[in-house]
């Protein structure tokens, strides 16, 4: 049983800059993929990024691109996900998920955290 757990989301104006934190508990193996999705009112949810941990291999949507880094830092199980450069397109509910692959897909993702919002406005 993997259960990731997000923090850090909040109230920032456009521009400015929020970081993301998964942690997750109890043995990953098997789960090598970490992703981030969003989902916003009125929206599909979307792949935001995500990272196999087996090579730190990193995957992110388009609309992100340049502005989002998802990454790990030297806490096990622990993955941050840098978001600069906020725009209010990018407000949303947060989800940190673990999977067997990294992928900005949905479907393969068995466990999957509370939620953080995230609210981009002036």
């Known amino acids: 049983q993997v259960q990731p757990v997000e923090s850090g989301g909040g109230l920032v104006q456009p521009g400015g800059s929020l970081r993301l934190s998964c942690a997750a508990s109890?043995?990953?193996?098997?789960?090598?993929?970490i992703g981030w999705f969003r989902h916003a009112p009125g929206k599909a949810r979307e792949g935001v990024a995500c990272?196999?941990?087996?090579?730190?291999?990193?995957y992110y949507a388009d609309s992100v691109k340049g502005r989002f880094t998802v990454s790990r830092d030297n806490v096990k199980n622990t993955v941050h996900l840098q978001m600069n450069s906020l725009k209010p397109e990018d407000t949303g509910n947060y989800y940190c998920?673990?999977?067997?692959?990294?992928?900005?897909?949905?479907?393969?993702?068995?466990?999957w955290g509370q939620g953080t919002q995230v609210t981009v406005s002036l």
């Open positions: 990272i196999d941990i087996r090579d730190g291999d990193t």
């Open positions: 998920a673990t999977g067997p692959v990294a992928t900005l897909s949905s479907y393969p993702y068995e466990w």
């Open positions: 109890g043995s990953t193996l098997g789960y090598y993929g």
